[in-house]
């Protein structure tokens, strides 16, 4: 089995920053890629961004490359989003996700097999 387990969300003013974390426990040499995903209102899971688990290669949404930076530390087992320049339209739940699986489409949520819990990320002056 695989856990993750997120931190480090919160409130922030329209261009902030946040930094979230992702600690990575289990069968992590099982792992293909480690990444977020994002929910607000719908069913579904918005793809945020995406690491190898590797360390590439690296896949970003279109509406946050530039802003967000994801990266990893294998040998702490932590996978980490800095959000930089952030917007309303941010404001989500954030899950970090991973999969085992390289046949995978990597901003297809439904190909993820191991979640966190999600944590909360509110952009608003």
């Known amino acids: 089995q695989v856990q993750l387990v997120e931190s480090g969300g919160g409130l922030v003013q329209p261009g902030g920053s946040l930094r979230l974390s992702c600690g990575v426990s289990?069968?992590?040499?099982?792992?293909?890629?480690v990444g977020w995903f994002r929910q607000t209102a719908g069913p579904e899971r918005e793809f945020v961004a995406v690491i190898n688990w590797s360390g590439s290669p690296i896949f970003y949404a279109e509406s946050v490359k530039g802003r967000f930076t994801i990266s990893r530390d294998k040998s702490k087992n932590t996978v980490s989003l800095q959000m930089n320049s952030l917007k309303p339209e941010d404001t989500a739940n954030y899950y970090c996700a991973a999969t085992d699986s390289g046949f995978s489409w990597y901003s297809r949520g439904a190909d993820y097999q191991y979640w966190g819990q999600g944590m909360q990320v509110t952009v608003s002056s």
């Open positions: 289990g069968a992590t040499s099982e792992l293909y890629r």
